[in-house]
């Protein structure tokens, strides 16, 4: 029997959320943590992301939100209503981490777990290695990342996905299977469908070799990143690389320089940036040219300036956007703004708002000419315009800045700047809380 307790130290009273998708691998690590929620006490709060490709995609929150409810768990859940251009999975796992992470704040959590087995190591490693990364990407990817208030943990990553099915069906675990994980459309399932089974033919525990060699990555990674720590406090300057120093460095240190700079546009995932990406930029680097840029992926820019460089979002292309708002929504800007339970905050983050006094579904837009919002307290309004020139907000910033309105164009709160009159106080009458992280 797998007991994930015998690879995890858990603490009495831990809260931990549960990324759940409803296949076979999330739902035995939930049945497995609910086997020993009550020797250790723990708090368990499900998480599930509807990716909104499937029709089958609404049964199975259905199911999840009564599998919880029969067992006692706190349930949250998001659809994704529209997604970009960019690559599908990297698109999706960045919006699912964000969930995960605001729902991990909502419960004041100290763990985010995921059902990442052996298998999805051993595909994330080869992949990296056929794109080309730095020895960070190479490594797959970690059963714990620290990430300051709470940890992520991937207490499945020493077994197979046939392990773990088999569990499912030995111990009556219900599962759905997503028939599009099959298909050869996306990267990652042509190299589980092809690689894989060749691999496990000549080893069948070829997935602990993998787990080995990412261990032995991470280590190497580990002692390299001392030297390419004090490496960056030499080459940089007000967020910026000052490339007379950068080029002193050794090759290798540079490379990483530039790897761990795109780290914060790309989170740990650095799937979209290989070896040719990084070349890219070497090259303008040492480009004769005073004033050059590129384009990267996921509307990143890298631009050199006579003696620096630096890295930054590209929102040219993002002039204007408009959501309907159900319970959560990620923006262009790298903020959110999601509908929370209780608070006692009051500031300008923070709107409280009575349904009977609005038009729902309230709706997030840019900015458009004459926006005007009805000022609290009075009985007038003010340009949005005039509000940013005084608030001192840039022209940069004005232009994905979140406006939030009901659904009748009433302007009911600029988010972090101003409330308007729908606004309410702790002691008044409503039923909505928003809150802008």
């Known amino acids: 029997m797998i007991c994930i307790d015998h690879y995890f130290h858990f603490q009495s009273g831990d809260i931990i959320v549960v990324g759940c998708s409803t296949g076979p691998d999330s739902m035995a690590l939930l049945d497995m943590l609910l086997n020993i929620r009550e020797k250790y006490q723990l708090q368990l709060i499900v998480a599930h992301v509807n990716h909104n490709i499937r029709y089958e995609s609404y049964n199975e929150a259905r199911f999840l939100r009564n599998y919880c409810e029969q067992h006692a768990l706190f349930f949250e859940d998001m659809v994704i209503e529209d997604y970009g251009d960019d690559n599908f999975h990297n698109e999706a796992r960045n919006i699912r981490y964000h969930f995960f992470d605001s729902v991990v704040h909502k419960y004041h959590a100290n763990y985010l777990m995921t059902a990442h087995h052996g298998d999805d190591l051993i595909e994330t490693i080869l992949m990296r290695m056929v ?4 020895l960070n990407g190479y490594s797959g ?3 714990v990342v620290d990430m300051g208030t709470y940890k992520i943990v991937r207490p499945l990553i020493h077994f197979t996905k046939q392990e773990l099915e088999d569990y499912d069906i030995n111990h009556g675990v ?6 599009s994980n099959m298909k050869d459309t996306y990267t990652r399932n042509r190299y ?3 690689l894989l089974p060749f691999l496990k033919s000549e080893d069948p525990n070829v997935h602990k070799k993998f787990l080995k060699f990412s261990n032995t990555i991470q280590e190497a990674n ?3 990143s001392r030297f390419t720590e004090k490496a960056l406090k030499r080459c940089i300057n007000d967020d910026k690389i000052l490339l007379d120093q950068f080029l002193l460095e050794d090759e290798f240190i540079q490379k990483e320089i530039l790897f761990q700079y795109l780290s914060n546009y790309y989170q740990d995932d650095l799937l979209l940036i290989n070896d040719k990406h990084i070349d890219l930029i070497m090259n303008i680097i040492k480009s004769r040219k005073a004033n050059i840029s590129i384009n990267l992926p996921n509307e990143v820019l890298a631009k050199k300036e006579y003696n620096t460089l630096y890295f930054s979002r590209d929102v040219d292309t993002i002039t204007s956007y408009e959501i309907e708002f159900d319970s959560i929504a990620f923006l262009p800007n790298n903020h959110s ?3 929370i339970e209780s608070t006692d905050l009051n500031n ?3 709107c409280r708002l009575n ?5 729902l579904p309230l709706i997030i837009r840019t900015r458009k000419l004459g926006d005007k919002i009805s000022m609290k307290g009075t009985n007038g309004s003010r340009k949005v315009k005039d509000i940013f020139i005084d608030k001192k907000i840039s022209l940069h910033d004005r232009d994905l800045w979140p406006i939030v309105l009901d659904s009748l164009g009433n302007i009911v709160w600029i988010p972090g700047i101003k409330k308007s009159k729908f606004d309410k106080t702790l002691t008044d009458k409503y039923d909505i809380i928003l809150k802008y992280n």
Do not use: A, L, T
């Open 222 to 224: 580990q002692f390299i």
């Open 355 to 359: 349904s009977s006094e609005i038009s």
């Open 192 to 194: 589980r469908k092809y």
């Open 131 to 134: 794109r080309g990364s730095n």
């Open 141 to 143: 990817f970690k059963d």
């Open 337 to 339: 703004i999601e509908r």
């Open 174 to 179: 219900p599962f759905f299977v997503d028939e």
């Open 348 to 350: 300008n983050c923070i």
